[in-house]
């Protein structure tokens, strides 16, 4: 920064699926100003980067700043991104495919924008202000309906040559296993994201072996949720232990498998089912991948539930901005 | 570099089980004096050590040089090394553990030393000069004994908080597999390393199935070789090449993992068994990583044979060596 008066503002924006946050933060990333609006994909790309773009001019304005005061602004993706390009290679959920989102929001706000995965950000927030702060290589894993990935390495969101990586929900782990939506077989996600785990749930109250799930939530998967869950073990319904700690267990080998390739200091798990049970979560996935380490990697690393909820995709993307533009 | 007089030189030394090699290197990386030692590991890591670094000062002699006129010293080390101390972990062909060399070897030759595992340096050199040059993410395996692996990220040799990562032989490949010098069970080495080849083919051999390996090499391990398995394989045997190619297709699915993880662009498969059947190799292990790999990463990444043989790890180190200590 060359000018002693430079602003010194990033402004964080979460686009998910069914809703999007943006968030001012001054230069200490504490929040001075945000602003939440429903995604509406349906409407089409068009509709939603328009949406994007009040929400953020909203969140500046919250802020009593104006955008020339703002010095840049991160945006996290749910979907593979060029970073180099600022361009969302695809975003199923919203039925995109390769959107100029950076240059775009360029054109309207006069400002340095960069376009990220949405999972990077959230680990790269823990990394920065959560879980994982100083780790020198950070691995976070979101089981949910798919199970996400992302790596910090030395300060560095890890990516492809294209676009991001640390896919772990597609990591192999039953070699003639379940068909996975990616349409490979026996991935991760097919057996232990939290959809796999309400199926086997739905299956098991099916047969009356879940009598408070059935009472509950019935046997729609849609229903059985983490806090269903969570709530079931607690009441005793002994099997959803059962099934919750064999996906855990499973989650442990592929953290086994990062382990041997990346590492890491620091694992962190969140989402949803995380912090609905936090420790019988944590423990059951941190004792699988022990033992499923060489000994010289037993000591190495830790197992943590991420600190920062929802608020770590927004401050990350913030963050990731401040990062790329005053370095 | 301050002095526009600054000398330019940089020696790399690899250390293996049986012997040493050290080569001095211009500017250009061109090798202007060698020296090759046997190890003598049997007599010690003070012995060994003092045969390093007289090794290292007839290969600078060699050069027509004095040690005040090399830049740099990189030494590879056939272990988990901890880069930042210099310090070796663990050499269990040298019955080495915490051995302070580069501190040693500087009290001696008073010169910057840099140690790094061997493996590392090789995907390194493969990197700088060989066949994963430019790549932004190179990932090296070279099946022999063991399976060692290791990345280059963006430059920089990817290593844990502590040591060396990349263990990419100990990814688990079969649940319950057969129980691993390390302790677990089932790992890729245990399945799909040159001596898992040589077992299965000196059983074959026993049954009457592989006459040419029987006849050439009866059914001792240490005489079934790489080249040996390539005659086989051109002499008729079928089971051997069978026998190989599962090999080639297990060691193809942790590559599929390793992309998952990592999203390289380059992944470079050196050693023996490479060597002695290039084709056969690379092309069953590129066939079945693709084929397990999500669609999005099918065109990502080639799978190529390394380039420079031995040298690789020689000149992996002295380029270390220069990058540690003239950025």
Chains 1, 2 share one sequence.
Not at 57 to 85: C, F, M, N, Y
Not at 117 to 125: I, K, L, M, P
Not at 277 to 294: D, G, N, Q
């Amino acid at each position: 920064m060359s000018s002693a008066e430079k602003k010194n503002y990033w402004v964080g924006l979460d686009l998910g699926g069914t809703k999007m946050l943006a968030t001012v933060y001054d230069a200490d990333f504490k929040p001075i100003g945000r602003r939440r609006r429903r995604t509406k994909g349906t409407e089409g790309a068009d509709s939603v980067t328009a949406r994007m773009i009040r929400t953020l001019r909203d969140a500046i304005e919250d802020a009593k700043l104006t955008p020339s005061e703002v010095s840049g602004i991160g945006i996290g993706i749910p979907g593979p991104v060029d970073q180099e390009k600022g361009v969302v290679l695809e975003a199923v959920n919203l039925s995109w495919e390769n959107v100029q989102l950076a240059k775009l929001v360029k054109s309207e706000l006069d400002l340095p924008v960069v376009v990220l995965n949405d999972v990077d950000a959230g680990v790269y927030g823990e990394y920065r202000f959560g879980a994982a702060k100083s780790a020198r290589t950070a691995i976070g894993i979101f089981p949910g309906t798919g199970i996400g990935g992302g790596c910090v390495y030395d300060g560095q969101i890890i990516r492809g040559k294209r676009n991001s990586c640390m896919e772990i929900g597609h990591i192999s782990v039953t070699p003639e296993g379940q068909l996975c939506g990616c349409g490979l077989r026996g991935c991760l996600e097919t057996e232990a994201s939290r959809l796999a785990i309400s199926a086997e749930v739905a299956k098991a109250a099916y047969r009356g072996e879940a009598p408070y799930v059935l009472a509950s939530a019935g046997t729609t998967l849609a229903d059985i949720r983490s806090g269903i869950l969570a709530e079931a073990i607690a009441a005793g319904d002994k099997v959803v232990e059962q099934i919750v700690r064999r996906a855990a267990r499973i989650l442990g080998t592929a953290v086994a498998a990062s382990v041997h390739l990346l590492g890491p200091d620091v694992i962190v798990l969140g989402g949803g089912l995380v912090e609905a049970m936090p420790e019988l979560y944590i423990e059951t996935v941190a004792s699988a991948a022990r033992k499923a380490v060489m000994p010289s990697f037993v000591d190495t690393f830790k197992v943590v539930a991420a600190k920062l909820g929802d608020d770590a995709g927004v401050l990350g993307c913030a963050a990731w901005a401040q990062k790329t533009f005053s370095e």
